[in-house]
């Protein structure tokens, strides 16, 4: 054999290869998620927020950048009935933005459960626990912002966020359909 067939069956296996691994790393089982226990649940004086759609998706977005440390930001949050997690996808330098749309559900706890209703992935149809696992794996998320792809969902530990002064939050009610939320912060008494 010449040179430039060997070159060439060097490279087929050279993208097999690499096709081969990029179907194993997409298609492999997530490890487990373990949920942090949340901080103790906190005590002190509680005001509470009445706020609107627009209101949380400004807020929820701070929080968001603020823990990704002005990284650019492959993530922002959408609040319209859903909650819609917007961000992008890159595979072999095509770069497909994703949108995974969610249902909130307000935990006794006062943290918000987002269990995911649909997705879009350009013009790819992937299934849900996939993409979260991408999401779970390309991104450097907040550790109060925990991906769990077995279970379709993401838990947003309201508790876990860090704020000034000793400041801690939960979710009392997230009604987007009538855009009414309602949020406690309970404010240290020492």
């Known amino acids: 054999m010449n040179k430039w067939k060997i070159a060439f069956f060097l490279l087929i ?9 990029l179907v194993y790393w997409i298609t492999a089982p997530s490890e487990s998620v373990k949920v942090e226990p949340m901080k103790a649940n906190p005590t002190g004086n509680v005001l509470t ?3 609107t759609k ?7 977005n701070t929080f968001i950048e603020k823990a990704m440390d002005d990284k650019p930001l492959p993530l922002q949050l959408l609040v319209d009935d859903q909650i819609v ?4 996808l890159t595979i072999f ?10 249902e909130p ?5 006062g943290n918000i459960r987002l269990e995911q209703s649909s997705l879009e992935v350009g013009q790819l149809q992937l299934p849900p626990e996939t993409v979260l696992k991408l999401l779970k794996d390309s991104i450097d998320l907040p550790p109060w912002m925990i991906v769990m792809p077995e279970e379709e969902q993401v838990l947003i530990q309201l508790a876990n ?3 000034t002064s000793g400041f801690r ?8 359909v009538e855009d009414r939320i309602i949020l406690e912060i309970i404010i240290p008494s020492k």
């Open 105 to 109: 559900f307000v935990e006794e706890d």
């Open 93 to 102: 330098s095509l770069t497909l933005p994703v949108k995974m749309y969610f």
């Open 85 to 88: 997690l917007t961000s992008e």
């Open 161 to 163: 966020i860090p704020m």
């Open 49 to 51: 927020v009445n706020a």
């Open 169 to 176: 939050v939960r979710a009392k009610e997230l009604n987007l």
């Open 54 to 60: 627009e209101d949380f998706q400004g807020i929820a």
């Open 13 to 21: 296996l050279i993208l097999i290869g690499s096709a081969s691994a």
